[in-house]
């Protein structure tokens, strides 16, 4: 069974700094691309960053340069460490795996910026 979980996501004031973590299991984690979306109310999923299999990274415009991804495949875990938190970066953060046609989410991890 393929299972996709993040944690890390909570409650911070505006600069501050959290670390999202997603394990995965069931999957062969070294050949999937991961990435990071985001969804805040009343507003379009969007992707956040993500990193390909291979080690190369993306970025949303919006991130670069606050937002880092990285993986472990010793540990089959993606992470984004989110640095200079702002109002506008409130959503719930959505884990996602890719390999060609296979594509799993997780359940999603609150992060609320305070203003």
């Known amino acids: 069974q393929v299972q996709l979980v993040e944690s890390g996501g909570g409650l911070v004031h505006t600069g501050g700094s959290l670390k999202l973590s997603c394990a995965t299991s069931?999957?062969?984690?070294?050949?999937?691309?991961m990435g990071w979306y985001r969804q805040a109310p009343g507003k379009q999923r969007e992707l956040v960053a993500v990193?390909?299999?291979?080690?190369?990274?993306n970025y949303a415009a919006s991130v670069k340069g606050r937002f880092t991804i990285s993986r472990d495949n010793a540990k089959n875990t993606v992470y984004l460490q989110m640095n200079s938190l702002k109002p506008e970066d409130t959503a719930v953060y959505y884990c996602?795996?890719?390999?060609?046609?296979?594509?799993?989410w997780g359940q999603g991890a609150q992060v609320t910026v305070s203003s």
């Open positions: 996602n795996a890719n390999f060609q046609v296979l594509n799993y």
């Open positions: 069931g999957i062969t984690f070294r050949i999937y691309d």
């Open positions: 990193i390909f299999g291979g080690g190369t990274t």
